[in-house]
């Protein structure tokens, strides 16, 4: 039924589709760009409308341009948006990629008055990732332009609710080069927050402080809203959620700014100074947990729209306030002026542009994710500063307690001895924290056994102990045969899987205390083994072959096949063997196990 209908629709509309698009022709661009304001147009129409009903849409004379190159409204229909594009002249395949993730069903359909209408194109949070294309942060569409005609671009949109749609047109060469570019600057801030809340989070475990606990809610709610908003969130944590799917972007949202609010507020000890400051701060806090529990209700249209002028108005309101403060002799005060600064300016300009009032550009992709970071790295600045004057405060008690003993009675002076151990005490908590966040830099953060550094640092000692006192060192390199064949037909977190269960495998042979497993880099893991010769090591190698060999990784309901080749050197260590003489030699063994048809070990006597 769908094909007779888009080819009477085809048939019956060329000659107007191509009489009315043929002033606005989009022109083709080679390295992707905005789709301007001038080049496409928009039509609202009551009700659901579908696609069998093309016809009567494509050939309406009521299209509207847009205000600005992204359409900002409230959709109480069918929203559908028409771009006419020129023929290229080179490239057949293009991506059009809507720079927002924040739709509930968007379809696309390409029309020409040679072919008529193509096949429907569908995306959005409800739509499962896995019956789309390539997983993508925003919605993204595949096109094939024909290079003897022009071809005009429809798309439909069904939310009931909030639409930003800026578009960029892209080769899918250009597309690929832009998404890769984008993902790296995504996951190093990510990165970088991630760091800041695991060590936060580890500080306020150590020495109990509530402040840390209320940083690290800050950087967590912060982490949670960049993730919801830039689409990333739906690829690597909630996919399928149906919930999060529908509430995730307002939702963290608020509860971002809710928590920035509270933080403000106990870190500057609002309640101290009193008046406007203390009222504003208690103003937003009400105002973003109204949104924060509205999202939820029937009535999160009014909420979505209640969160940008909160948004906008807080954060100079927070600057104003933090300035306030400072000049009244709040030395921290100053960090969230700097921070203030930055987040201020982004969410503005981002909040204009969702809000129809400032025209879409790349670069508001990422102002506001950098200047996060920057938000959290002044804020952690502060809350060191905060420690550093905390520090002084306890030295000058401490001279304090000693000046007071040479004058104070015997009870006096067992008050000073509670309060110095009590002092001791908070020391060794903060030692004890960083004996365990040195612990964190020892391990590989995907497989859990030890990384690089500390196995050059501990291979190293080995080497020396085995040669000081005439004892063997075996060592066994391990690396997982065809991994990168892996990793290319089913995707990174199917490698990412393969990479758990070798490390697992290894580590479950590898009984001693004494025996090191690291990863040692890509696909490649290295093992330590003090007093073993290298008979006992050939052994363990090919038990851990086997048991490599067994393991079922299964995928999309297909067990893959995965196993490894080993290389094994054994020894008393002589004056001239280093660790890197014994890697180098275990590393040439490996090889020689590939060679001779993988899933084997060899050992430097067999070479």
């Known amino acids: 039924m769908r094909v007779i209908v888009c080819l009477i629709g085809g048939l019956t509309a060329a000659g107007a589709l191509a009489t009315a698009g043929a002033s606005k022709l989009a022109p083709v661009p080679e390295a992707g760009r905005v789709v301007g304001k001038a080049h496409f147009e928009y039509l609202m129409t009551p009700g659901d409308i579908g696609w069998d009903r093309f016809e009567e849409i494509h050939q309406r004379q009521d299209w509207q341009a847009p205000e600005v190159n992204s359409l900002n409204m409230v959709n109480r229909g069918t929203l559908w948006v028409k771009l006419p594009l020129q023929p290229p002249r080179s490239h057949r395949d293009w991506r059009l990629e809507v720079q927002w993730s924040d739709f509930r069903r968007i379809d696309l359909v390409t029309w020409d008055p040679v072919r008529g209408m193509g096949e429907i194109q569908t995306a959005g949070k409800h739509i499962p990732l896995g019956e ?143 008046g406007w400051v203390l009222h504003a701060n208690t103003f937003y806090l009400i105002g973003f947990s109204l949104v924060l529990v509205t999202t939820l209700t029937p009535l999160r249209i009014f909420a979505i729209a209640l969160l940008g002028p909160l948004a906008i108005s807080s954060s100079f309101v927070g600057f104003a306030a933090a300035v306030s403060v400072w000049r009244r002799g709040n030395a ?28 879409y550009y790349p670069a508001l992709e990422y102002s506001q994710a950098l200047s996060f970071v920057a938000e959290m790295v002044l804020l952690s600045l502060a809350l060191a500063d905060r420690i550093r004057r905390q520090r002084i405060a306890k030295e000058q008690a401490q001279a304090e307690l000693l000046k007071m003993q040479e004058y104070a009675n015997s009870s006096l002076e067992a008050q000073v001895q509670l309060r110095t151990r009590e002092l001791e005490s908070a020391m060794v908590d903060l030692k004890n924290a960083n004996r365990e966040l040195s612990k964190l830099t020892k391990v590989d953060p995907l497989t859990q056994v030890a990384n690089r550094r500390h196995f050059d640092e501990a291979g190293e000692n080995e080497v020396t102990v085995a040669r000081k006192k005439g004892r063997p060192l075996s060592v066994v390199m391990v690396d997982i045969d065809h991994f990168k064949a892996i990793n290319d037909a089913h995707g990174h977190l199917v490698g990412d899987k393969c990479l758990k269960l070798v490390a697992k495998c290894i580590s479950q042979n590898v009984g001693r205390p004494a025996d090191l497993v690291a990863r040692y880099g890509g696909e490649e893991f290295a093992l330590i083994l003090p007093d073993t010769d290298e008979a006992n090591a050939v052994t363990l190698a090919n038990r851990i072959r086997a048991a490599i060999d067994n393991v079922a990784l299964i995928y999309d309901g297909r067990s893959i096949p995965m196993t490894a080749s080993l290389g094994v050197t054994g020894r008393v260590p002589t004056q001239g063997d280093t660790l890197n003489s014994l890697v180098s030699e275990a590393d040439k063994a490996m090889y020689q196990a590939k060679e001779n048809g993988r899933n084997q070990v060899a050992k430097v006597s067999a070479q």
Not at 341 to 355: D, I
């Open 132 to 274: 789309t294309q390539t997983p993508q942060k925003n919605v993204v569409f595949p096109i094939q332009l024909p290079l003897d005609t022009a071809t005009t671009l429809y798309l439909r949109i069904e939310d009931r609710t909030f639409i930003h749609l800026p578009m960029m047109l892209f080769t899918a060469e250009a597309h690929e080069s832009y998404s890769v570019k984008r993902l790296i600057v995504f996951s190093m801030v990510i990165g970088i927050m991630a760091v800041m809340i695991l060590y936060n989070l580890s500080l306020y475990l150590a020495v109990r402080d509530r402040m840390y606990l209320f940083y690290t809610n800050v950087v967590f709610s912060t982490l949670l809203y960049l993730l919801a908003y830039n689409g990333y969130g739906r690829i690597v944590l909630w996919e399928g959620n149906e919930w999060l799917e529908t509430y995730a972007s307002s939702l963290f949202a608020a509860y971002a700014f809710l928590s920035v609010a509270y933080f403000f507020r106990v870190f500057l000890d609002l309640r101290r100074y009193g």
């Open 332 to 359: 921290s005060a100053k960090y969230f002026i700097l921070a203030w600064t930055a987040v201020s300016v982004s969410t503005a300009l981002l909040t204009l542009n969702l809000m129809g009032k400032l025209e």
